[in-house]
């Protein structure tokens, strides 16, 4: 498991204890391409969704932690409003259009003092940058990519997945983030040409002036939905 999933697991154990064993009800976000969740001892129910593509729904009906789930668009997805406990976002928004209004209706989902658990690729990172821009990149991936890994994916990355966007988007809606890491968790950094990979970050990097960091390019981040009244309601 990740260092963020295992952040993830442990916060969602703690908002289960903190509803005195009440069953958790979770939306994993982009179920397709994340992993499945450590609910060992936790009573939970699991929904997944995502977009509906060939790979996608392959590893999908792989996971054996989701409860149900569904794949289409992801804009009008059935999400009741204030129906989970705790919402995971799984390298989800770096690749569909329409991020922000896909978010709101995921967050709306989410009952008052709910938490949001977001794992996405930085748009501003240089890994970021090469995942969007490199030319011929579907045929690159099945050489860089390790064996299994889902995709390629389309690369999107609209503003709002990025460090700075997703901070923006929290301040906006009233949400707030308790905990923020970075790390390096690119798909093709972990292939047989992860040392490549990286160097070609480095060099993205300093072309940047610096711009485009190189420390990192996943931004998981632990947000939580306010209770009082004050908040924005969505």
């Not at 442990?10 to 009440?22: F, M, V």
């Not at 593509?53 to 668009?73: E, F, K, Y």
């Not at 901070?167 to 992860?194: D, V, W």
Request: glycine share 10%.
């Amino acid at each position: 498991m990740t260092a963020a999933g295992g952040v993830f697991s442990q916060r969602i154990r703690e908002q289960w204890n903190e509803q005195l064993g009440r069953r958790l009800d979770i939306l994993v976000a982009g179920c397709g391409r994340g992993t499945p969740l450590d609910l060992d001892r936790i009573e939970a129910r699991v929904t997944g969704v995502d977009e509906d593509r060939p790979d996608l729904r392959a590893a999908t009906a792989a996971r054996t932690d989701l409860n149900v789930w569904s794949l289409g668009d992801l804009r009008s997805a059935a999400l009741a409003p204030r129906s989970y406990d705790v919402v995971c976002v799984e390298f989800l928004l770096e690749r569909i259009p329409h991020a922000e209004l896909v978010l709101d209706r995921i967050v709306n989902g989410l009952r008052p003092g709910g938490l949001l658990l977001i794992r996405m690729r930085d748009r501003k990172s240089a890994y970021g940058f090469l995942d969007r821009k490199a030319p011929f990149r579907n045929r690159l991936w099945r050489w860089l990519a390790p064996a299994g890994a889902v995709g390629p994916l389309p690369a999107v990355y609209e503003p709002v997945s990025s460090r700075e966007g997703i901070q923006s988007y929290c301040l906006m809606r009233g949400l707030m983030i308790a905990e923020e890491h970075t790390l390096t968790s690119g798909t093709a950094r972990l292939g047989p040409r992860g040392g490549l990979v990286a160097l070609l970050c480095r060099a993205v990097g300093r072309l940047s002036g610096g711009r485009l960091a190189t420390d990192h390019d996943e931004v998981a981040l632990v947000v939580r939905k306010p209770q009082h009244h004050f908040a924005r309601l969505i």
